[in-house]
């Protein structure tokens, strides 16, 4: 993850990143097990975006 869309903000993220998998596995394990436990489905963005626009609608 980086704050700042800029080449350097991405070499040094992708950098990390190749450095952590593979000098600390572990740690790269735990971060893909917290992944797959996040729900990325269709239907809940869809759930968001029905709340969004619902919200939106009521105060318009």
């Known amino acids: 993850m980086f704050d700042?869309?800029?080449?350097r903000s991405?070499?040094?993220t992708v950098g990390w990143a190749v450095w952590?998998?593979?000098n600390r596995p572990d740690h790269i394990a735990a971060m893909r097990k917290r992944a797959?436990?996040?729900d990325f489905?269709?239907?809940?963005a869809a759930k968001e975006y029905e709340?969004?626009?619902?919200?939106l609608v009521k105060h318009h």
Do not use: E, F, G, N
């Open 51 to 55: 709340s969004l626009y619902v919200s």
């Open 20 to 22: 952590a998998y593979y």
């Open 41 to 44: 489905s269709w239907a809940r």
């Open 36 to 38: 797959m436990k996040k």
């Open 4 to 7: 700042k869309l800029t080449p």
């Open 10 to 12: 991405i070499y040094d």
